[in-house]
């Protein structure tokens, strides 16, 4: 007869990566109050394009992190939630703002690079796989952060250019192609 205990405590989440998941959930989190509060920024500023751009990828995080939990929650780990980092408030350009978003961008893709490599030292192959949908999102959000840099270095000081930056910002984000 199989012990079905010894099998339940077998499929329980392994601690290093139920750890890495949790940072995780800190992680998305924190980028979507960093986006929000970059979004209040634009917003507070005249730039409605680009509020409207953060204020969606601020939601979008969210979703990342309440996805996060959920599959730590159904994979029987233990999720904490986190205590939030405050955000930076204040951008001294746009370039500033861009510049954040895609090192903040960069960092999270870092860390689930982590999460990744601990999946395949502890040959846990479903987490792998769940973290893939992750990996591909990253790769999309570095692209559209990088090109967005890349027309603000662009512009430079020119208003009009923020101008139509501003208004086309969405229309240029969602033309980025990542596998380009
Ligand atoms: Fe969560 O997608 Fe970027 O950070």
Known sequence: MVNLTKFVKKVHM???IEKLLNDQI???ANASMHYMAMASWADSNGYNGIA???YNQSEE???HMLKLVKFVNERSGKVAIPALEKPKADFESLQELFEDFLKSEMFVTEQINHVIFECLDKKDYN???FMQWYVTEQLEEEAVARTLLDKLNI???D???HYLFDRDINTIATAVDPTA
């Open 14 to 16: 392994n601690k290093s």
């Open 26 to 28: 800190k992680y998305e």
């Open 52 to 54: 409207e751009f953060f």
């Open 61 to 63: 995080e969210r979703v």
């Open 127 to 129: 987490v792998h796989n």
């Open 155 to 157: 512009i430079g000081d």
């Open 159 to 161: 208003k009009s250019g």
